[in-house]
């Protein structure tokens, strides 16, 4: 570790980036869990807002990949509700969220009636569908997605890849 | 939570949200709509400068609205897309179906030209 005594100008932009880096050295895990109601969605949206704009000032996401996570949550969790349990509040919405410096995951799980993504049809965009628009929205602003049973639970697992802070390279 | 503000000026009628426009509050905005479809308002803005959040529901809400005004020879434009809900709009290509506007005068003035 570098002394205060070995500061320069150079060093000192290095602390700085160093810092950040501090934030996200070990992956750093939020989970929430909220009856399946679209009113409580925004409670856990808010969250993942702020981790989303807490990385795109650390420049490892672009603004444009922070509104793209979390649009892929709204419709993960709007999924949920609607298909899932069917509009019918009868179980909870787990969210888990986790960050590292190599990635930012969100887990959407539910206890209602699965689906097999692979039935859900490409939407033609060209014929303007007012539809099935959920899973095509979450597969391309998301670098992986995988729907998975877990006991009970349906998992709707989703990551983006973070960049690598200018200098640093991750460990 | 969505906040609708309706003017009409001539035979265009601006609706202003405010807020969010998702499954929740989809609703309302096409009841809104049904009710310009009803009195035969088929030139419509949407002035986006105070939307934060839209969803698949959200779009469904106003595609529905631009193919019901499009069979009347009526249109749709959309005025200050920015942030999330601009992001949603390029990945659907609705950037390409939809006259887009930096702000609500020259939407509006784009029915005139």
Redesign the interface.
Known sequence: MMSEEDSSDETAKGDTQGRKRELLRTAERFSFGVPARLEYRDAVRSFLTHICEELVAQKILSERDGHGVVSAFVEAFNNAVIHAYEGNALGPIEVAMSVDPRMLQVEVRDAGQTFVPEDVPEPDLDALPEGGLGLFIIRNFMDHVRYEKRGLQNVLMMQKRLDTPTGHEPT | MLEINRADEDSITILTLRG?L???NAPTLKREMEELVSQKRTQVVFDMSLLE?I???G???I??L??QVRTSHGDVKIASLH??P???FK????DR?FDLSDNVRVAVSRFHS
Do not use: C, N, T, W
């Open positions: 969010h998702d499954a929740l959040l969803d698949s529901s779009v469904g809400a595609v529905s631009f193919k942030g999330q601009r992001e949603i990945l659907l290509r609705l179906a």
